[in-house]
């Protein structure tokens, strides 16, 4: 079944819906290429699209102003149908704050096993030290995964999970792992280990869990590299010839994500996937 190609009127809500992908619309071309990345992933899940425009300048308004946000998001709908024309999307206008309206609505995507998607304006030149200040500081409050999109990736790559401590990044395992089985390409992990005794106990870790993975889902395969290089310089190489990479938030005090992370997201050349531990969801059927 094919979408409408007009746009719907915008809802104050839901945010999320199982298993869907919901992406920020800001009317930025960083915002579309994230639509146009959302569209996809949806189609992939065979799930629908929720296109969110968090204006709070329209608050109270029925002028020129709600006209702008509706012009917005009929833009954005025009760009995702025109990308995958049989997912079914809709159109969602809060007037919150975009940081916090973001943050809650990354709650019911995570509850839900959605994903929240997020553009990065920026060149990808490591002087971009302020660029993308609400992607990160969505990553570092998520309550659930967040795909922030810098630039489109390499279509057939693979998936590149970057992995520290292998008891601790079971989420990014997991979550790399589901990616690159929905995506049919190969999973490649990443650790960047200081000596070669580490080297030797990690990949005896990260070769444990991926049995465990393998027997749920199959057929994936697996590349495991152990570098001796500073992990973020391996990550962002890595990123250039990746469809997607994974990381984990790696949060410390009052929210502030780990180098890795914040790195990963301003330089990565493909779309990063920040894991964020899911919600325990018994009753949820997950095609993630």
Request: proline share 7%; hydrophobic share 45%.
């Amino acid at each position: 079944m094919t979408a409408p190609m007009t746009a719907p009127q915008p809802l104050p809500g839901p945010t999320a819906e199982r298993n869907g992908v919901t992406v920020a619309v800001d009317g930025t071309d960083a915002g579309l290429r994230a639509v146009r990345w959302a569209a996809a992933e949806a189609a992939a899940r065979r799930a629908g699209l929720t296109l969110l425009h968090a204006a709070p300048y329209a608050a109270g308004s029925t002028g020129s102003l709600h006209a702008h946000a509706w012009r917005i998001l009929a833009r954005a709908y025009t760009v995702a149908h025109r990308h995958a024309p049989s997912v079914q999307a809709r159109t969602v206008l809060l007037e919150d704050e975009p940081l916090a309206a973001l943050v809650a609505t990354s709650r019911d995507t995570g509850r839900l096993g959605g994903l929240l998607v997020v553009g990065l304006a920026g060149t990808g030149h490591p002087t971009d030290a302020l660029v993308g200040s609400l992607a990160l500081d969505l990553a570092s409050r998520a309550g659930g995964p967040v795909v922030v999109v810098p630039r489109t990736g390499t279509v057939g790559g693979p998936v590149v999970a970057a992995v520290g401590d292998p008891a601790a990044d079971v989420v990014v395992l997991t979550q790399a792992h589901r990616a690159a089985a929905r995506r049919r390409v190969g999973l490649e992990i990443l650790h960047a280990a200081r000596n070669p005794a580490e080297a030797a106990e990690v990949r005896d870790a990260l070769e444990r869990l991926l049995r465990t993975l393998e027997a749920s889902r199959p057929g994936v395969a697996t590349t495991l590299r152990v570098v001796p290089e500073r992990k973020y310089e391996a990550v962002v190489e890595c990123s250039d010839r990746a469809s997607l990479l994974v990381v984990g938030a790696g949060r410390g005090r009052r929210h502030l994500l780990g180098s890795t992370t914040r790195t990963a997201i301003r330089l990565a050349g493909c779309p990063v996937l920040v894991a964020v531990p899911e919600p325990d969801d018994p009753s949820s059927a997950r095609d993630s």
